[in-house]
């Protein structure tokens, strides 16, 4: 009888274990790969325009995290945005790229974010109108990607 009391407790602690591994995998508001908080951008301003001042041209982003679903709205859904690209139309200004080190943001909460766009030296000549393209990627706290576009129309000034 030990012998089968032991079995049968080696069984159980087995399936306990693969249990306790699997369940925190297992999350009815996490979808693996898609992140469960939607961005939405509420107003862009930017600053720098200017070809005379040395400063960069700048925009600060405005954002609403909203959740994807009514159940998504704990702190693991909440973002960190990463990096970010910008691209110009007509391509008259250098793509530009960065890193983002301030962009924590909580589940419906509205956050800001600043980013360089034209660095002080690569500033077109006064007059000259493009739209910047912003491509911004981040993650949420399960590790799930979250990206979203904005476009700024400038027109740079003497």
């Known amino acids: 009888m030990s012998r089968e009391f032991a079995v049968n407790r080696l069984a159980g602690l087995a399936a306990l274990a693969l249990m306790l591994a699997v369940t925190p995998a297992c999350n009815k508001t996490d979808k693996p790969g898609q992140a469960e908080a939607v961005v939405l951008v509420t107003s862009i301003t930017t600053v720098g325009l200017s070809v005379s001042a040395a400063v960069s041209t700048d925009a600060t982003l405005v954002y609403t995290l909203n959740p994807r679903s009514d159940l998504a709205t704990t702190f693991f859904h909440s973002v960190t945005l990463t990096s970010y690209s910008v691209t110009f139309s007509p391509p008259v200004v250098a793509p530009m790229s960065g890193a983002i080190s ?14 360089v766009l034209v660095p002080a030296g690569s500033k077109p000549g006064a007059g000259t109108t493009v ?5 911004v990627e981040g993650k949420d ?13 400038m027109t740079f000034l003497p």
């Open 131 to 135: 739209i910047a393209s912003i491509d």
């Open 141 to 153: 706290v399960n590790d799930n990607p979250v990206n979203f576009e904005a476009q700024v129309p």
């Open 102 to 115: 301030t962009g924590y943001c909580d589940m419906g909460a509205s956050c800001a974010v600043t980013l």
